[in-house]
């Protein structure tokens, strides 16, 4: 049974429970006016949620929108059956939103560094980014950040997790998407609520992605679908290969005693190979636009983010190969969050070696990806990290 506008209104106005919602889903503040839009931005969607057996069965619902959302609840069976993710009555409810996207969040990283600048929260602990119902609010906080010195990365979130603490609903922001981009989301964010460790982002992105990545195989055999194409996928990991090269030798530069004023020239002069490696390296794709956008706006900050998400993936991938099904597994994932942070770092790497010994994920297709050595951007790479097949 869903909460009905007045009940939530009435568990809303509870100053506990209004906290708990600005710092579990955005975090702590800096102003009055940060926990404000934090906890109104949440009531709008909590309020407007209608559940998805109701919006189905109404008369006015288009067709297109009424299978999207039995898929939901399809998607929503097999992973509390067969992923066993604690899916309760999340995304049983479905929210219009009245903006193309619920939050936009803003993430940051020195002029001359590869790690994230961290806001920390009371209940929710540190996390490299900060989040806002108001796309103008985002812009805002942005923009400063840029102007002490920052790069910066904006972006939308189609999705986002509440942690269990409320029943996060399925919003207009996603619902239309494939039914493998849709399940992927739903296992990501379903992951979050069995396994979250306070204060590590690239732990929880990194273990929430590989929980997707590791289901979707078994997922789509189950619903007749055939796998990502083989193009597609070999893109996709050319590009991933790309940005890796990247982020090693943007490392290299910030780590060296040199200049600054040096390491601003070589950091341009990266960024710079980064984008005509990508024009070279997608110059015959059927769409050679699909990630130019992301590659253009590229720095610090933008690939700090993409190492919170992939970076810990092959460690948590071997650890599922070691664990005795999904229950198994989720329990080893909270032993690793119950030890200390260089404790914890350590187990993973040594996962992550393991994995890449293991050899069983290379792929049969060969994947060409870039060599910033290289006069044509290009090298044949066949290795571990570069397929990540399931």
């Not at 619903?223 to 996709?236: F, K």
């Not at 004023?261 to 015959?284: F, G, M, V």
């Not at 992550?352 to 090298?379: D, H, I």
């Amino acid at each position: 049974m869903y909460i009905s506008i007045g009940r939530t209104i009435a568990f809303l106005t509870s100053r506990a429970a209004a906290a708990a919602c600005a710092l579990l889903l955005l975090g702590g503040c800096e102003t009055a006016g940060y926990y404000t839009q934090a906890v109104t931005g949440q009531w709008r969607i909590l309020a407007a949620r209608q559940p998805i057996e109701q919006v189905v069965a109404a008369a006015g619902t288009e067709e297109k929108l009424q299978g999207q959302l039995r898929l939901v609840q399809s998607i929503r069976a097999y992973a509390d059956g067969e992923l066993q993710l604690p899916v309760g009555r999340a995304y049983g409810a479905y929210v219009k939103l009245d903006e193309d996207y619920p939050v936009w969040n803003v993430l940051a990283a020195e002029e001359l560094s590869l790690k994230p600048k961290r806001w920390c929260y009371p209940i929710a602990g540190c996390a490299s980014y900060r989040g806002y119902f108001r796309k103008a609010a985002a812009r805002a906080k942005a923009q400063e950040l840029l102007n002490e010195g920052y790069d910066i990365y904006l972006g939308p979130v189609p999705a986002y997790s509440t942690l269990g603490w409320f029943d996060d609903p399925v919003l207009s922001s996603f619902v239309n998407w494939s039914p493998d981009r849709l399940a992927g989301l739903l296992f990501h964010e379903l992951a979050h609520r069995r396994v979250y460790i306070s204060g590590d982002t690239q732990f929880n992105e990194s273990f929430a992605t590989a929980v997707s990545e590791l289901a979707l195989p078994d997922w789509r055999r189950r619903q007749g679908l055939s796998g990502v194409p083989a193009d597609a996928r070999a893109q996709a990991l050319a590009v991933r290969q790309l940005m890796t090269a990247t982020r090693k030798r943007l490392q290299r530069i910030y780590e060296a005693k040199i200049p600054d004023s040096d390491k601003r020239a070589q950091k341009a002069a990266t960024l710079a190979r980064l984008r005509h490696c990508y024009r070279q390296l997608s110059a015959d794709w059927p769409n050679p636009e699909r990630y130019r956008a992301y590659i253009e706006k590229t720095n610090n900050a933008t690939l700090a983010l993409a190492a919170e998400y992939q970076s810990q993936v092959p460690a948590f991938r071997q650890l599922y190969r070691e664990s005795d099904g999904w229950n198994d597994f989720y329990e080893a994932v909270e032993r690793l969050g119950e030890l200390d942070s260089e404790a914890r770092k350590a187990q993973l790497q040594q996962l992550s070696a393991r994995y890449r010994e293991s050899g069983t994920q290379l792929s049969s297709r060969k994947v060409t990806g870039p060599s910033f050595s290289s006069e044509t951007c290009m090298s044949a790479a066949n290795t571990p990290q570069a397929t990540g097949a399931n």
